[in-house]
């Protein structure tokens, strides 16, 4: 089994590589991170947890700026604003956190891999799966939730493991504490309270009813004892708890709903859609699901070899929170939230399932290389080695692929902003397709473009003193034909045309200013 050094070690190499991966993305560079960075910093600052714009017209604010994670949560954010306020308000500094949550992660896979392997190579090539992460790879070091989210839910999974062994109280409330940063860190993260419930729950031998109750009401109680300030935040901003519209997404057909104006998705109009249209669906959503499990989660090829793993692990008690919450995260994302799962929102939470698939893919390889070496009369362990080892090598083959291939977009998508902001007046509010980019860059206010016909667009202008709309590739269907110059407003004045210089349209951009007499002022 491996020694204290050895986790010393791993530990230290995921910082530095942690370390590495930050020094090359110098910028969030796509809208999640664009907007936990940005709260975090207006945090860091002193403006409070406030947004200066609107992503998404669920739970709106009356005006801007308004309060922040009233749809995403709130935890990425808090925790680059304390390293803000120690570091300087720098992206560098906001990635710091990242880097250490992932540094947890890679340890946490470590001691799965010594566990579930009882040998030093199945840590270590656990470790460097996770810390080489294939398809994550771009995505540990910037202010997104994937490390963050990684290690409190994998520990949460942990500790449920731990008292489903051992039958102590204790692990349950560390799951039931680590299950509540899960959920402040993403919403569906209350699925590990559910998956808590429902371990404690679960016959075993010596089992009864109290005893599940008190392993149920320890978790809940270190829930609740983590959650509660937020809750109590909510409550005096929006009037809830939690904010609801995020259930709306249930009835989406399409993920341009997430953007609706008037906001939300509703159950008449999805269930008028159709129901070959409903099943259709969600067969893209598992086609798309199927895809992010095995590319994204088993690292292309081990997928099969977790089967085989969890088969022969089926009897640990240990592995019992871990495959509920695999299948209701997988069941959920598909056929309940279908648009926003398969769009990244599964992406996003099987990061904390990522040492689990490491350590039952690589005791799954083990046997099927052994079943192999009976057979062609290889030297078994020397076969599991040169096996396990390849694995290690793919991971890292894919990680490098696709971290390459990410860091351009990510690091030069300043300019267009930078000159759009010297273009337009002092204290422009530009409706467009992503404000939070908007807004990191230029320092401009903004509102998200709708998924609504463009007639709404004066109402949406005097309730956020909107004075520009910018539309580019990414826009919502109803603005299109504004888009293409083949439609017209009467209260859009052309201001600008970028990119028509060539003959790409994905570097076009039309602004347009908003012609304040036509909104009755």
């Given amino acids: ?41 207006r945090l860091a600052q002193g403006d409070g947890l406030t947004d200066p714009y609107l992503w998404v017209y669920i739970n709106p604010p009356d005006h801007l700026p308004g309060p922040s994670h009233t749809y995403w949560m709130p935890l990425e954010s808090l925790l680059a604003a304390g390293s803000m306020v120690l570091f300087g308000a720098s992206f560098g500094a906001a990635q710091l956190p990242s880097v250490i949550c992932f540094a947890g992660l890679v340890t946490l896979a470590f001691w799965s891999g010594a566990r579930t392997g009882q040998s030093r190579r199945h840590a270590w090539i656990v470790g460097l799966l996770v810390l080489f992460g294939g398809f994550y790879a771009p995505f540990w070091i910037t202010t997104d939730t994937f490390a963050l989210y990684g290690l409190v839910g994998a520990l949460a999974l942990i500790s449920l493991g731990r008292g489903r062994e051992s039958g102590n109280w204790r692990w349950y409330t560390l799951s039931g504490a680590c299950g509540a940063l899960a959920h402040l860190a993403r919403a569906d993260g209350v699925l590990l309270l559910i998956v808590l419930i429902l371990v404690a729950v679960w016959p075993r031998a010596g089992w009864n009813w109290r005893q599940a109750a008190r392993w149920s009401a320890a978790g809940i109680a270190a829930y ?13 901003e929006i009037d809830s708890p939690l904010p609801s519209g995020g259930l709306d997404t249930i009835w989406m057909r399409s993920y341009d709903e997430l953007v609706n104006y008037p906001p939300g998705a509703n159950p008449a109009d999805f269930w008028n859609w159709g129901l070959g249209n409903i099943i259709q669906s969600r067969l893209t959503a598992l086609a798309n699901n199927l895809g992010t499990w095995v590319a994204v989660e088993t690292w292309v090829i081990l997928g099969p070899f977790v089967l085989i793993g969890l088969w022969l692990r ?21 056929f309940v939230f279908a648009f926003p799962g398969y769009r990244g929102g599964l992406f996003h939470s099987s990061s904390a399932l990522l040492p689990f698939w490491a350590s039952a893919g690589l005791i799954g390889l083990d046997d099927a290389v052994g079943w192999m070496a009976k057979r062609r009369r290889w030297q078994r362990a020397q076969a599991q080695s040169v096996f396990s080892g390849a694995l290690v090598v793919l991971a890292a083959m894919i990680g490098i692929g696709i971290l390459t291939a990410r860091l351009s977009a990510w690091n030069h998508n300043a300019d267009f902003y930078r000159t759009l902001a010297d273009d337009l007046p002092a204290g422009a509010v530009v409706m467009v397709n992503d404000p939070a980019a908007l807004y990191y860059h230029a320092g401009l206010s903004g509102v998200v473009i709708p998924n609504a016909d463009p007639q709404v667009v004066p109402e949406i202008a005097a309730r956020y003193g909107v004075t520009h709309l910018v539309l580019d590739i990414n826009r919502t269907e109803p603005f299109t034909g504004l888009f293409l110059g083949r439609d017209s407003m009467p209260f859009l004045r052309p201001a600008q045309v970028y990119g028509a210089e060539t003959p790409d349209r994905a570097d076009d951009r039309r602004v347009f200013e908003i012609v304040q007499q036509e909104l009755g002022q």
């Fill in 224 to 236: 609740l004892l983590v959650m509660t300030p937020w809750l109590l935040r909510n409550w005096s």
């Fill in 314 to 334: 089926r009897r640990d008690p240990f592995w019992l929170g871990v495959l509920l919450y695999a299948a209701g995260l997988h069941l959920a994302m598909t």
């Fill in 1 to 41: 089994m491996p020694s204290r050094r050895a986790y010393l070690l791993i530990a230290a190499l995921a910082l530095l590589w942690g370390s590495l991966l930050a020094i090359l993305i110098r910028q969030p560079g796509y809208t999640d991170a664009y907007y936990y960075f940005n709260a975090g910093q």
